[in-house]
């Protein structure tokens, strides 16, 4: 199984401006959450939420951004550090 076939969640980013990111493929593991798309300006200090299956949405704010860069098969993107609230 490749590392990208377990990004089955999807989230929506929040910016402190009102602007938003849809990510559809993502990670979503209590403190981090994990996706691989470096085009996507993430800051600490903007908002996630990520939908559950139940309909009920969970909330987390950025605490570091986590940025990583591309090495070898593996694309740039954010191994987010987040705090729920």
């Known amino acids: 199984m490749e590392f990208n076939e377990l990004m089955t ?10 602007r938003t990111f849809q990510i559809d493929h ?3 593991n209590g403190r981090t959450i994990t996706f691989d798309d470096a085009s996507v300006p993430v800051e600490e200090g903007d908002i996630v939420e990520h939908k559950l299956p139940n ?4 909330r987390f704010r950025v605490l570091d951004h986590g940025y990583r860069a591309a090495f070898d098969d593996f694309l740039a993107g ?6 729920r609230l």
Do not use: E, N, P
């Open 26 to 28: 993502a990670i979503v």
């Open 9 to 18: 969640d999807s989230i929506l980013i929040v910016k402190t401006d009102g």
């Open 55 to 58: 309909g009920l949405v969970q």
């Open 78 to 83: 954010y191994d987010m550090k987040v705090r």
